[in-house]
């Protein structure tokens, strides 16, 4: 039985003998397509669910699909699960349960202390585990079958940067440059000339969907950015949109209002809406949202479009060629010290080893292979089909609540197809990605002096930091910079990150939490009476 979270959110529709549920969007008539092509297959044949997921992997957008056939349940995620389903088999008299909603599945379930383990450490599960032992979760760009006697799954695509085509840098400039042009025309078309809004940062991403969207001539744009007056993204981000015309509107958080939000009955209904039973909440738009949507600054069916995550696929993620392991293991291992290290007094051998063997599992799964001689292509395999699709995705989450759509350029299919194949030399330093965005200069906010920005502070933080340098001139840079980040941080964040948890208990902690996000971690497993304490081995 599927169980749909909302109505208002999914479509269904009856195609021979197959009921069809959808949810997202698509783009370039591809479901129109597929739907043709379904009506052609014969779902009684042993070859449907390979036919099906030959089908999916033309469907572009961000979508689940869940499809009831005589046999059972057919559930489709796209290429980095956006919408995560869930379902378990057995679960209090029925024989097979699906939802988007994990929420229904959580009475009378056992606690998996595994996979707990595994949110203390990265904030997510990995691979499709949740944290009860009877529920499972869609991984990314998967064909799943499900039944009471059957269960089979089929990856129809990979992440996985085995296909480099050795090019010259102005062949992929000239390439990435027509590829963004047709992505943003498709992107305009299925906007159809509602507004759009972009949380513009100083960065890179979310300023070439505007400055895109700008040289395409989309005229009916807002940006919005947040956090203290005199941090960078708001200073550059302000700087952007006026220079291309568009209204911007800043929005001033501190700590307080961060902390009467996020303990109100509406962060609660919040974090009901957005559960996942296998990541941390990833609310880091949600006060900004909260804010435009109460003061009605935005049209109602208006469409968010974020950044996420160019700088991901550009290879903002792979570490010096000096840096970079030299085997299999190694990638795993520097992956783990990465991701993995959320809580440092959870990191131990035990701890370490047992991720590892977990990862060493979705590399043989999903890419059918103990060894691999490609270590880059593993690295950002592994971003990929985990913290990317498990938890980064999760940012969307905030939009939905509060009833707006929204879109993912950057997550687009082509643009995945087209990254894997570029040479890792490329992706270093974002070499292709920065220079293809310079040498189109749209709207004129590539210059250097836009792109390369350090981060600012207020007058009074400006003075703290002078006193503790001055003091450290005896000390050294090396101690400087420990002292900064752990001391320093819990106030000059610019987006007021560690407004949870107040100075005096921050100091406890401040060897073990990795960042803010280790608070939150911590945070949301406690509510459902998960003690991190329980943990230590």
């Not at 744009?221 to 956090?227: E, L, R, T």
């Not at 509406?266 to 990833?282: D, I, K, R």
Request: proline share 2%.
């Amino acid at each position: 039985m599927f169980v749909p979270s909302s109505k208002s959110l999914w479509k269904n529709c009856l195609i021979n003998d197959l009921r069809l549920w959808s949810r997202g969007y698509f783009l370039s008539n591809s479901f129109d397509l597929f739907i043709k092509r379904l009506k052609k297959l014969n779902v009684r044949d042993d070859s449907f669910h390979d036919r099906l997921s030959e089908l999916v992997r033309d469907l572009n957008g961000h979508f689940a699909l869940v499809i009831e056939a005589p046999i059972g349940f057919y559930i489709v995620s796209d290429r980095v699960k956006s919408i995560p389903i869930y379902y378990t088999v057995g679960h209090e008299g029925n024989k097979v349960l699906i939802s988007d909603n994990p929420s229904i599945f959580s009475e009378n379930c056992d606690i998996d202390r595994n996979s707990v383990l595994e949110i203390f450490l990265a904030g997510y599960t990995v691979n499709r585990n949740t944290i009860f032992k009877s529920l499972y979760q869609t991984t990314a760009a998967e064909c799943l079958l499900l039944s009471e006697e059957r269960y089979k799954k089929l990856y129809y695509y990979n992440y996985f940067s085995e296909r480099a085509i050795e090019k010259d840098l102005s062949f992929y400039q000239q390439k990435l440059t027509l590829l963004i042009d047709q992505i943003f025309k498709d992107l305009i078309k299925s906007c159809n000339h509602r507004q759009i809004v972009i949380p513009l940062s100083g960065g890179l991403d979310s300023r070439l969907v505007l400055s895109k969207l700008f040289d395409l001539g989309y005229k009916n744009i807002v940006c919005f950015s947040y956090g203290s007056k005199s941090s960078k993204d708001c200073k550059v981000s302000s700087k952007i949109a006026t220079k291309l015309g568009y209204r911007w509107i800043g929005i001033e958080t501190s700590k307080r209002k961060h902390k009467k939000l996020f303990n109100s009955q509406l962060f609660n209904q919040f974090e009901e809406f957005s559960e996942t039973m296998s990541s941390a909440p990833f609310y880091q738009d949600f006060y900004a949202m909260y804010y435009l949507s109460s003061n009605n600054l935005i049209d109602p069916d208006a469409i968010i479009i974020n950044g996420n995550t160019g700088d991901f696929i550009s290879g903002g993620h792979i570490p010096l060629e000096k840096d970079f392991g030299s085997s299999q293991k190694e990638v795993i291992n520097q992956f783990i010290n990465k991701h993995f290290h959320q809580w440092k007094f959870l990191v131990n051998e035990a701890s370490t080893g047992y991720i590892q063997e977990r990862l060493n599992d979705v590399i043989y799964d999903r890419l059918n292979f103990k060894e691999s001689e490609n270590l880059f292509g593993l690295l950002e395999f592994l971003e990929w089909s985990t913290r990317q699709s498990k938890h980064i995705v999760n940012m969307q989450r905030s939009y939905e609540f509060f009833k707006f759509q929204w879109r993912m350029p950057l997550w687009d299919n082509r643009m995945l197809d087209f990254w894997e194949k570029v040479p890792v030399k490329f992706k270093l330093h974002k070499k292709l990605y920065i220079s293809m965005l310079q040498k189109n200069n749209w709207g004129g906010v590539w210059e250097d002096s836009m792109i390369y920005q350090t981060e600012s502070y207020s007058l009074p933080q400006n003075i703290v930091r002078f006193v503790f340098k001055f003091i450290f001139i005896f000390l050294g840079r090396d101690n400087w910079k420990t002292f900064d980040k752990k001391y320093l941080q819990f106030f000059q964040n610019p987006t007021h990150d560690f407004f949870m948890i107040d100075f005096v208990d921050y100091i406890k902690e401040i060897d073990n939490p990795r960042d803010a996000r280790s608070f939150r971690i911590n945070s949301y497993l406690a509510k459902k009476g998960l003690e991190i304490e329980d943990f230590k081995l």
